[in-house]
């Protein structure tokens, strides 16, 4: 049996499992990698920028990655390269509207990744891989079952006496 796959025995009782193969990777595109992970305030404006005038955002954010922007290139040099030549796209392409709508896609790449980049590091635990939802067995054993309290009430309550 391949390791991504779920046995007959798995799949009689209902339960779904995921298998995830760790030699798989999320690939990314030659521009995406490049793509400045900047402040969300910066990100903002550059979005904006690359919805009034196309590709200015993207050459904004291209001089961003030298003082307070991350990328997913090997260097700074490879990525800045990368953002100028998708600069000069989205303004040459913008005749036919091409470069116009990809540098607002582009623009909205740049708020997204600032979110993402805000939202990891205001988590203060790793997320479950696997949360287990109830079933109406697990209800009435829930009923039955005396009150857990969490370590953090505990400590509370040791504090309070």
């Not at 939802?133 to 009150?147: E, F, I, T, V, Y």
Request: charged share 20%; proline share 3%.
């Amino acid at each position: 049996m391949k390791e991504n796959e779920i046995s007959g025995n798995d799949a009689s009782q209902g339960e779904k499992k995921m298998f995830v193969n760790e030699n798989d990777k999320v690939k990314t595109g030659f521009f995406h990698k490049a793509i400045p992970i900047m402040p969300k305030f910066l990100a903002i404006i550059c979005c904006i920028f690359n919805i009034l005038i196309p590709g200015l955002g993207t050459l904004i954010s291209s001089f961003s990655i030298f003082c307070c922007a991350k990328h997913k290139c090997e260097t700074n040099k490879k990525a800045f390269v990368t953002n100028f030549l998708a600069f000069i796209l989205q303004l040459c392409s913008a005749v036919i509207l091409i470069g116009w709508v990809w540098s607002i896609k582009y623009g909205l790449l740049f708020v997204h990744l600032s979110d993402k980049t805000e939202e990891d590091s205001s988590l203060d635990a790793e997320l479950p891989i696997y949360v287990r939802r109830h079933s109406s067995m697990d209800a009435s054993l829930m009923l039955n079952a005396k009150p857990r309290l969490s370590t953090i009430a505990l400590a509370k309550v040791k504090e309070e006496t």
